[in-house]
């Protein structure tokens, strides 16, 4: 993790005073998805984010933590568990601050909390998918298969282009990872 962080181009200072408060909380760290993360317990409390703007701590059941500071904020809309805190300086960055944050996360795992999505309408396919999951019954069956998670990121992606050709060129792209039973993040 050291070799990590003193390689890093923006935010050393930053990550490594948020990874001093984490490590002094009783977190075990280890690197997932390219970052600094830590867990309690084996689960997953929070994850060290490099922007191009600011360095988040971002809290996976952020949306279960009383945000006593005003600080939270959202990884998107289209997110409801994850809740972040972001940093543009090391200044910003107080002890007392983080770690009150950091021991809610942990009594959320100790409590074995779970966050409770809000439901959401059933996802609206763009046709092109449609179409093709009609014609192929292997595919179907392979992206009905993925987690309801990773079939929202495919559909985002997909309809995130405007023109029905784009939309077709990005289902296609993702057509060996789909059958392969893995999300567009997933490597």
């Not at 930053?14 to 998805?33: F, M, P, Q, V």
């Not at 005003?70 to 910003?92: D, V, Y």
């Not at 998918?129 to 019954?137: A, I």
Request: aromatic share 6%.
């Amino acid at each position: 993790m050291d070799a990590f962080v003193s390689t890093a181009e923006k935010w050393q200072g930053e990550t490594r005073k948020l990874r001093s408060i984490l490590l002094d909380c009783g977190l075990d760290e280890d690197l997932k998805w390219g970052k600094p993360c830590f867990m309690f317990e084996g689960r997953n409390v929070a994850i060290i984010q490099p922007f191009k703007h600011h360095c988040s701590l971002m809290f996976f059941k952020g949306a279960l933590l009383q945000d006593t500071h005003g600080l939270l904020r959202s990884q998107g809309e289209n997110t409801q568990s994850a809740l972040r805190l972001e940093f543009t300086s090391e200044a910003q960055i107080t002890k007392t601050v983080v770690k009150s944050y950091v021991k809610q996360a942990i009594a959320v795992e100790k409590a074995k909390l779970k966050v409770e999505c809000k439901a959401k309408d059933e996802l609206e396919l763009p046709e092109e998918l449609t179409r093709l999951l009609k014609k192929d019954r292997r595919l179907a069956k392979a992206f009905h298969s993925l987690t309801p998670g990773r079939q929202r990121a495919y559909v985002l992606h997909f309809k995130g282009a405007r023109q029905s050709k784009t939309r077709t060129a990005r289902i296609e792209r993702s057509i060996p990872r789909i059958l392969a039973g893995k999300g567009m993040n997933d490597r």
